[in-house]
């Protein structure tokens, strides 16, 4: 379910139905029940929520599975021992010192204490016909992905991706 709200700036993030191209910000004027299709003011129709995030001028960097906001301010150490804050301006993975402040490089980054700047988990990436568990409607479910309609299809019917939660890749174990 989404997040969006009407009057909330958006980008459109991944391609679907409709005449919306990637990188388009629009403006949400109308939000379903369940949140998982929203309408975009100047465009007809409505569209998978699932195809737009939130239009902020935050510019972010995935790095080890985690996403860091360029511009916030972290907590940085060179061997963990001391830390300081400084303004982070970039991340390059293949320096010593990978992350880069505004006064120096440093090696160890985490997150300040006063919460100035976030990281979170990378969001998943789905596989085109990967079986997955997911949470729906508060029901555990099994389904394929199937990235051209952005849905899990299960035997009895289908799922909107964008409208799940908890989403697992499903894989094969051994012992």
């Known amino acids: 379910m989404s997040e969006f709200k009407v009057g909330d700036k958006v980008v459109r993030i991944k391609a679907g139905t409709g005449d919306l191209a990637v990188g388009t910000v629009c403006e949400i004027n109308q939000v379903s ?24 001028e935050i510019k972010t960097v995935t790095h080890e599975g985690k996403v860091y ?7 940085f150490s060179d061997e963990g021992i001391e830390w300081r804050l400084d303004l982070l301006t970039s991340i390059d993975d293949l320096e010593d010192l990978p992350f880069k402040g505004k006064s120096f490089g440093w090696e ?4 300040s204490k006063s919460k100035i700047g976030t990281i979170t988990p990378a969001p998943i990436k789905l596989v085109d016909s990967a079986a997955y568990t997911y949470m729906f409607g508060g029901f555990d479910m099994i389904g394929i992905y199937k990235k051209s309609v952005d849905r899990f299809i299960r035997n009895d019917g289908f799922t909107s991706a964008s409208c799940c939660t908890n989403i697992r890749l499903m894989t094969v174990g051994s012992e």
């Open 108 to 111: 160890l980054i985490r997150e």
């Open 69 to 75: 906001q360029i511009g916030g301010v972290y907590e």
């Open 33 to 56: 029940k369940s949140g998982c299709v929203v309408g975009v003011a100047g465009h007809g129709g409505m569209y998978s929520a699932g195809c737009f995030e939130l239009h902020n």
